[in-house]
């Protein structure tokens, strides 16, 4: 499975920005796909993630109520709508994916198999 994050971008605070993950490859490997972001000199962190079949969602805390993932399984994307975005939001962007049948720790970034290159968000204040 190969994974191609796009969307970031400049933004102001309080702006809104959507960015895109498209799988290809042996997209039936794919159980759930997420978000991470990773801000400089910090951890990666879990952000969202949605099951590849099924309305299972998952957010972390931090985004809740202002982020919205979505999937779209005919166009084999992943989507991730980000509004009243803080500077706090600015970081490299990665898409990943979970393999079918893996073991799962959670939404660590350790239990993710695939993952997309970044795309960085930088929300301005």
């Known amino acids: 499975v190969q994974l191609q994050a796009s969307g970031g971008g400049l933004v102001q605070a309080g702006g809104s920005l959507t960015l895109s993950c498209t799988a290809s490859?042996?997209?039936?490997?794919?159980?759930?796909a997420g978000w991470f972001r990773q801000a400089p000199e910090k951890e990666r962190e879990f952000v969202a993630a949605?099951?590849?079949?099924?309305?299972?969602?998952y957010y972390a805390d931090s985004v809740k109520g202002r982020f919205t993932i979505s999937r779209d399984n005919a166009k084999n994307t992943a989507s991730l709508q980000m509004n009243m975005l803080k500077p706090e939001d600015t970081a490299v962007y990665y898409c990943?994916?979970?393999?079918?049948?893996?073991?799962?720790?959670?939404?660590?970034?350790?239990?993710?198999?695939?993952w997309g290159q970044g795309t960085l968000v930088t929300v301005s204040s």
């Open positions: 949605i099951n590849w079949s099924g309305p299972s969602t």
């Open positions: 990943a994916a979970l393999r079918r049948f893996a073991p799962i720790d959670g939404n660590t970034a350790r239990s993710y198999n695939y």
């Open positions: 490859g042996r997209t039936s490997n794919i159980y759930r």
